[in-house]
């Protein structure tokens, strides 16, 4: 059950990305959908979405990887000499 929550949750920001890509498209091609007054306002809003979307996305496999011990630890920044 948890594992079907967690993937109606991952769900909501990848639908989000896909409507945002679909605005973009729709603005390359000058179809204006109706709650947005002007094209720019449509782009802005594609974008929006898309970068949502894709932020919420990411944020998740890596939390989930850092948890399952996937990702390597960073290199320590080697301090430069005086």
């Not at 605005?23 to 979405?49: C, H, K, N, T």
């Not at 996937?70 to 290199?75: A, L």
């Amino acid at each position: 059950m948890k594992r079907f929550i967690a993937l109606l949750l991952v769900c909501i920001p990848i639908i989000s990305a896909a409507y945002g890509i679909k605005l973009l498209r729709d603005v390359l091609f000058g179809i204006q959908q109706s709650p947005y007054g002007y094209l720019w306002i449509q782009f802005f809003a594609g974008l929006f979405f898309l970068a949502i979307g894709c932020y919420l996305v990411g944020s998740f496999v890596i939390y989930r990887d850092r948890k399952n011990g996937k990702v390597p630890p960073r290199k320590a920044q080697k301090k430069a000499k005086v």
